[in-house]
């Protein structure tokens, strides 16, 4: 690995201002030309592609490579034992960091609240013959917006009739009437309903998430419907117990080993070059969210974020607060590193996590510039990294510990320090749960909510900003799991 290594030193130039330029221009052109920035995501989403499909081959050639290179599997076992350790401590100072300032703050307090149950409001149900759906027409205007409710996540619900309706992807929803494609009773069968009545709110869909579902998806049992489903943990230890083995079988298993060196050696060099297309790729990315909340938000992103000033503030603050100050002091003291120029060396790879909002999109661009660049061994790095972004989110654990905390001050539910203790833990494990896609936390939230009784509702109002600060969160994620692989491998290297 090292000769091939060498080689991509001197190539190794990647373009740092054009990313910095693309991310400016991306927000400004986003918010005074979303018509036209809505068009440019097309460059986001093919860069996105070409960085999700690099993930699955880097992670498993890495985590084989790591292992081999290991050798011994006590040594295997310290690692894994101090990058849990590690990994887990640090989530832990994120959620401690967001229970105080959420609780300084109190962003929930006096708050305005989006109503979601409106139990004296008349309705009327249209069917639409053509699609086999119909409309849901409100009596009166509710102070709904197309960005409170989301098809994905949310659904309708008649009070009077007990029923539940599925709503529309496709149909425009606004303030009076709300496009369903079918309606079902409570044990979800299909159902017609009445064709007026009074009393509806707007309900969570309400995903079943428990801690066994959550260890349940970390186990492989079929490698490949993995690799499909982008579930990441699977493939990892099916990875770490295959690399083990083929150690174990000599002078037989080498030419696998140089086969699989040779994969990762390959990958990374993709990465370098996909990374020449990065500007135009963030571009786009930051450049069509931004255009899109313009166009979906009646009043703009801006006001968006005005409206949910003070959670969003706690949150970024919080974030700011771990990422640029405990982790950096980490990076300084316990890392022994000078972080200006390792910040500087990462630059790609923030922007990376900020513009794809998925830390897995970013673990190549991460992986290659921590080894290339900030010169973390390899053998660390190929271990630590994957891992770090599988199962170490601490801003998706921060984020959800102030979102929780919002909810239930929005709702003026007392919590107390048990309840507290409760969200502490249920973040934690909500972070490692959440998959290391885009907004993938929001679901974990839900978990979060229902160990302390609050109502999950509340999501809905945090849903419309949620894909910026899902942004940033992301990006937190992603330092954290540098900032972790460059300090573990400190102690490695002692
Ligand atoms: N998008 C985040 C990540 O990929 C996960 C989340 O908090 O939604 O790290």
Redesign the pocket.
């Given at each position: 690995m090292t000769e091939a290594n060498n080689n991509t030193h001197k190539t190794l130039s990647i373009p740092v201002y054009p990313i910095l330029i693309a991310v400016v221009a991306g927000g400004l052109i986003g918010h005074y030309i979303p018509d036209f920035a809505v068009k440019t995501k097309i460059f986001g989403e093919i860069f996105l592609s070409l960085l999700f499909v690099l993930v699955i081959p880097l992670i498993m050639s890495s985590m084989i490579c790591g292992v081999t290179s290991l050798g011994d599997i006590r040594h295997l076992e310290k690692l894994g034992l101090k990058t849990v350790i590690y990994y887990l401590s640090s989530t832990l100072v994120a959620v401690l960091t967001g229970l105080l300032l959420v609780n300084f703050i109190s962003p929930g307090k006096n708050a305005q609240i989006t109503q979601t149950e409106f139990p004296k409001m008349n309705y009327s149900i249209v069917q639409t013959p053509i699609s086999g759906g119909s409309i849901l027409k409100l009596s009166a205007k509710t102070n709904l917006s197309s960005s409170d409710i989301n098809p994905k996540r949310n659904t309708v619900y008649l009070i009077d009739q007990n029923l539940i309706g599925i709503i529309d992807d496709f149909g425009t929803i606004s303030s009076e009437a709300i496009p369903i494609t079918q309606w079902l009773n409570i044990s979800g069968m299909k159902a017609e309903p009445k064709l007026s009545g009074t009393g509806l709110s707007i309900k969570t869909i309400d995903k079943k998430l428990s801690v066994t579902e959550v260890i349940k998806t970390y186990v492989p049992r079929n490698i490949f419907r993995s690799m499909i489903n982008e579930n990441i943990f699977p493939l990892i230890l099916f990875s770490l117990i295959f690399g083990t083995v083929l150690t174990t079988i000599g002078e037989k298993g080498k030419p696998l080993i140089v086969v699989i060196e040779a994969v990762n050696i390959t990958i990374i060099k993709c990465v370098i070059l996909l990374m020449f297309l990065a500007p135009i790729g963030i571009f786009g990315l930051i450049a069509g969210s931004i255009g899109d909340a313009e166009l979906t938000n009646p009043n703009g992103f801006l006001a968006e974020m005005t409206r949910l000033a003070r959670y969003s503030a706690t949150v970024i603050i919080g974030l700011i607060i771990h990422g640029a100050i405990t982790l950096v002091l980490a990076l300084k003291f316990i890392g022994k590193r000078d972080p200006i120029p390792f910040i500087r060396n990462m630059i790609p790879q923030l922007f990376t996590?900020f513009s794809t909002?998925?830390?897995?999109?970013?673990l190549p661009v991460s992986m290659t510039l921590i080894t290339e660049k900030n010169k973390v061994s390899e053998k660390v790095a190929d271990f630590v990294l994957p891992l770090g972004?599988t199962i170490n989110?601490d801003?998706?654990a921060l984020?959800q510990v102030v979102a929780a905390m919002f909810i239930a001050q929005i709702y003026n539910i007392y919590l107390g320090i048990t309840e507290q203790i409760i969200i502490i833990l249920t973040a934690t494990i909500g972070?490692i749960g959440?998959?290391?896609?885009?907004?993938?936390?929001?679901v974990t939230l839900v978990m979060v909510l229902k160990s302390v009784g609050l109502p999950v509702e509340g999501i809905g109002m945090i849903l419309s900003i949620d894909w910026f600060i899902?942004?940033c969160?992301?990006t937190v994620?992603?330092w954290g799991d540098v900032v972790g692989a460059t300090i573990i491998d400190y102690f490695e290297g002692k």
């Open positions: 996590a909002g998925s830390s897995m999109a970013t972004a989110m801003g998706t984020y972070s959440a998959a290391a896609i885009p907004q993938a936390g929001l899902d942004r969160r992301t994620n992603s």
